[in-house]
């Protein structure tokens, strides 16, 4: 089975701060995604990534950044995290179809 | 400009009645159409796709039909059971369900299965 983990499942930081995210997955998938959850807005891309090194904007990355430096590894970060950043937060890996991890629900105060 | 559009936010139904999930989409260029189910505080997972080739899709409970020339399709869940409920999202990409990089989701549908 293909497992997308995510290193905190709950968040909470200050407007300001510099966040990580993390996202492991562990079926050697080129392509990995970074998405946000919003009620009414069902999920958005942030940015994804095709390979190491490579990434690609996607429908919404202001104030976004990801890196890539593994292949099984796939980071988003928020630079100066704003309140409108408050969000769930999906990363997904894929083949054919997207595996996606169990979310991280940031909140920024 | 929303390409794929679930119109219905939540859909409520009776335990072994039927469910039917609806989406239309906007871009001709779609040709693989996926659907997702998401549980509170879970991450989405994939429940059924459909090629363009193929105007129907079976497996277990759920269906999914495609009717290419009204750009639409929709899930039916039969008979539906409480553990369905859950948000569900439609998803279209235009490289025939190959790396996908565009998968472009709709807002999501809230199903409940009332017992």
């Known amino acids: 089975d293909v497992k997308v983990t995510q290193s905190s499942r709950y968040l909470v930081k200050r407007t300001g701060e510099k966040v990580f995210l993390e996202c492991v997955q562990d079926?050697?998938?080129?392509?990995m995604f970074w998405y946000r959850q919003d009620p009414g807005l069902g999920l958005r891309l942030i940015y994804f990534?095709?390979?190491?090194?490579?990434?690609e904007k996607g429908d919404i990355p202001e104030g976004y950044s990801v890196s890539r430096e593994k292949k099984e590894r796939f980071s988003l970060i928020l630079e100066s995290a704003s309140t409108n950043q408050t969000s769930m937060y999906l990363c997904?890996?894929?083949?054919?179809?997207?595996?996606f991890g169990p979310g991280t629900r940031l909140t920024v105060l | 400009d929303q390409q794929v559009k679930q119109n219905s936010p939540s859909l409520s139904v009776q335990e072994g009645r039927i469910s039917i999930l609806n989406c239309d989409y906007t871009?001709?260029?779609?040709?693989?159409f996926l659907w997702y189910k998401k549980y509170p505080a879970e991450g989405p997972t994939f429940l059924i796709s459909?090629?363009?080739?193929?105007d129907k899709n079976e497996d277990g409970r759920f269906t999914v039909f495609l009717n290419k020339s009204a750009k639409h399709l929709s899930l039916h869940i039969v008979p539906s059971q409480p553990g369905d409920s859950a948000v569900y999202f439609c998803?279209?990409?235009?490289?025939?369900?190959?790396?996908?990089?565009?998968?472009?989701f709709g807002k999501g549908t809230l199903l409940t299965v009332n017992p």
């Open positions: 997904a890996s894929s083949l054919n179809r997207r595996y």
């Open positions: 079926m050697d998938h080129e392509n």
């Open positions: 990534s095709y390979d190491v090194k490579m990434k």
């Open positions: 871009n001709s260029m779609f040709d693989y």
């Open positions: 459909i090629s363009s080739i193929k």
């Open positions: 998803a279209a990409s235009a490289d025939s369900g190959g790396s996908n990089y565009k998968l472009t």
